[in-house]
T-cell receptor, first 113, second 113 residues
Framework: DSGVTQTPKHLITATGQRVTLRCSPR?????VYWYQQSLDQGLQFLIQ???????AKGNILERFSAQQFPDLHSELNLSSLELGDSALYFC????????????FGPGTRLTVL | GENVEQHPSTLSVQEGDSAVIKCTYS??????FPWYKQELGKRPQLIID?????GEKKDQRIAVTLNKTAKHFSLHITETQPEDSAVYFC????????????FGKGTHLIIQP
């Protein structure tokens, strides 16, 4: 157990819908990262937040957005869902902003039908 | 941004033999290189990492070497055991002053009994 928690574990929804994934970082960690893992794209970095502020963007679609709240938990919002958004979404956390070990949560498996 | 290439995509070795996985990266400013192990349907787990002020790091049966001049780093697993069977990912910072990771495509390591 890494200490990073994610809910829900599984999510099944339809095309065009909107979902919210939730992540709680390890106690004391200020950075939260979101990653998407799919068979064709591999493990891709989406976005990083540090102490409530967005710090880096990766391959995140405009239909996706995230935020980090004052208690440091984070939410990833996915809207206008498409079949290709079906994937495992991981959250990771680390203590600092750069070069710190990232600990991954158990992931949320999203299926878009 | 950073580009990470990983080889081979599949590696089959006899139990007790050694396994070597190699990665190259493109951004000469990168200076943190973690390796993750992922079992089917589970979260990526950090197994070892190396920073650019060292050339080699060992942890029991696992070692990582780094060649900054050639921009490549390798994972070495000795005395392989059945529980080493998994997908292994190398990674490097995506750049831009923050810390999302760019991952290689992964190596499926199969330990033959």
């Amino acid at each position: 157990d890494s200490g990073v928690t994610q809910t829900p574990k599984h999510l099944i929804t339809a095309t065009g819908q909107r979902v919210t994934l939730r992540c709680s970082p390890r106690s004391g960690d200020l950075s939260v990262y979101w990653y998407q893992q799919s068979l064709d794209q591999g493990l891709q970095f989406l976005i990083q937040y540090y102490n409530g502020e967005e710090r880096a963007k990766g391959n995140i679609l405009e239909r996706f957005s995230a935020q980090q709240f004052p208690d440091l938990h984070s939410e990833l919002n996915l809207s206008s869902l498409e079949l290709g958004d079906s994937a495992l979404y991981f959250c990771a956390s680390s203590v600092g902003l750069i070069q710190d070990t990232q600990y991954f949560g158990p992931g949320t498996r999203l299926t878009v039908l | 941004g950073e580009n990470v290439e990983q080889h081979p995509s599949t590696l089959s070795v006899q139990e007790g033999d050694s396994a070597v996985i190699k990665c190259t990266y493109s951004d000469s400013a990168s200076n943190y290189f973690p390796w993750y192990k992922q079992e089917l349907g589970k979260r990526p787990q950090l197994i070892i990492d190396i920073r650019s002020n060292v050339g080699e790091k060992k942890d029991q049966r696992i070692a990582v070497t780094l060649n900054k001049t050639a921009k490549h780093f390798s994972l070495h697993i000795t005395e392989t055991q059945p529980e080493d069977s998994a997908v292994y990912f190398c990674a490097a910072p995506s750049g831009g002053g923050a810390d999302g990771l760019t991952f290689g495509k992964g190596t499926h390591l199969i330990i033959q009994p």
